[in-house]
């Protein structure tokens, strides 16, 4: 799969952690678009390959996607249908695709380049996705009674840590 924004285009080097998640909200809008071509709708079908966790799914796979998530999920037989039904530019995308497509055929693992080339006759893009930062490392300095401790390491009376607060100390 690739990411594009939403101008059409591909931005970052998808395997690339942690550089992606810093790409995404750098776009315009900070807005992402997941698009898969019928290879790796095929591949996010089945385990060990999903796309995310979801709750009362445990593995969430396209499928899922498509059939509980229609306001992030769509699916169409051609590249341009589905920018259109999403607002993309169908010009800028398929050529977006093309690039993908061209810049896989000089690599040397031919295995992995036919993996991650983009084409069939069945199309999903996933999106608007937004990078969110849900916890950070560190916060307050607490206890083993999980009292929030000021500056000179002393309790603050009726202060206490909770949730990621209470693990990160």
């Known amino acids: 799969a690739i990411l594009i924004n939403k101008l059409g285009q591909r931005f970052c080097d998808e395997r690339s952690w942690p550089g992606r998640e810093i790409a995404v909200?750098?776009?315009?809008?900070?807005?992402a678009y997941i698009?898969?071509?019928q290879r790796q709708i095929e591949k996010y079908s089945a385990w060990p390959d999903f796309i995310s966790t979801a709750p009362e799914i445990a593995y969430a796979y396209v499928e899922d996607y498509l059939r509980l998530r229609a306001d992030v999920a769509?699916?169409?037989?051609?590249?341009?249908?589905?920018?259109?039904?999403?607002?993309?530019?169908a010009d800028t995308i398929a050529a977006t695709v093309e690039a993908n497509n061209r810049?896989?055929?000089?690599?040397?693992?031919?295995?992995?380049?036919?993996?991650?080339?983009?084409?069939?006759?069945?199309?999903?893009?996933?999106?608007?996705a937004k990078a969110y930062f849900t916890t950070t490392e560190g916060g307050a300095a607490?206890?083993?009674?999980?009292?929030?401790l000021d500056s000179d390491g002393q309790p603050i009376p009726?202060?206490?840590?909770?949730?990621?607060?209470?693990?990160g100390g």
């Open 142 to 148: 607490i206890n083993e009674q999980f009292e929030v």
């Open 74 to 89: 769509i699916e169409a037989g051609t590249l341009p249908e589905l920018a259109e039904r999403r607002g993309l530019p």
């Open 25 to 31: 909200p750098r776009q315009p809008d900070k807005v």
């Open 158 to 167: 009726g202060l206490y840590a909770v949730g990621q607060n209470g693990l």
């Open 103 to 128: 810049g896989l055929g000089e690599s040397p693992d031919r295995d992995v380049a036919a993996r991650r080339r983009l084409e069939g006759d069945r199309w999903v893009l996933l999106g608007p």
């Open 35 to 37: 698009l898969l071509g």
